[in-house]
């Protein structure tokens, strides 16, 4: 793995007519952030033949508010899915036809102009290509101390124990191949996606590159990660996956 931004070449994609890019949203009561996140995200991906993907609902079932019929408007094929962040991010995955995929929150907190950048990283021959909120050029502007801290034993943990050189872990602005999503078993339902992510792509000996990301403020409404559960959650990815 290496985390030089500046290993990304312009070599781009022959992928003569199908799907070049899908991007994959879980999205539980994002309304009022839907919207303007498909209109800039679509501002950016023009020139691509693309499908937008939104993966909604929670363990209470679908979001309560407009975000389906919202993302509908905006031209998004919307799939529903009751069992958490991660879980929605497989079935998208599942159901996503491009040869590039990337996964995006709903909270505008993902800048889409960075877009290019995790497709770039693919176009330049990796398997996968990562945000990273702690690498020059990167940072956060919605991460408590705390959760700054947490990541960072998680990413030590990891490092350590699987022989990686990550700089984030708990981070979702995410670009794969196709191939690359086939060879990463994924089960994680919950917010322990990209940590089996990150774990498995090194299991797997995927080529990983690491790009800087700024992470927004979430736009409006509440963010679902509950540090404390998550982090549990978290650290149990981390300890079973030494034994799979
Ligand atoms: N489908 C689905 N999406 C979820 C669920 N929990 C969170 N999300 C989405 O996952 C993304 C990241 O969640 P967020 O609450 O912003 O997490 P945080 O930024 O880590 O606090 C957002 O687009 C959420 O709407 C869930 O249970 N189901
Ligand atoms: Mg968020």
Redesign the pocket.
Known sequence: MTNQKNAIGSQRHSVVGGCQLSIV??????EKNIGRLLVQVKRIVGSYSHEIIV?????GGPSEDGTVRTARRHGATVLY?NA??GS?LIRGFRAARGSIIISM???L?HRPKELKLLISGIESGYDICVGSRFMSGGGSA?MPPFRVFGNKVFVAMVNLLYGSRYSDMCY?YRSFTKHALRRIRLREKG?GIETEININARKAGLKVLEVPSFEKK?AEGE???RSFNDGLVILGVIAKNLFV
Request: no cysteine; glycine share 20%; aromatic share 4%.
């Open positions: 949203i879980p999205t539980l009561n994002e993966v909604d609902g929670g363990a899915d958490g962040k929605a929150d709903a909270d907190s919605d979702g917010f979430r963010g679902k990660l």
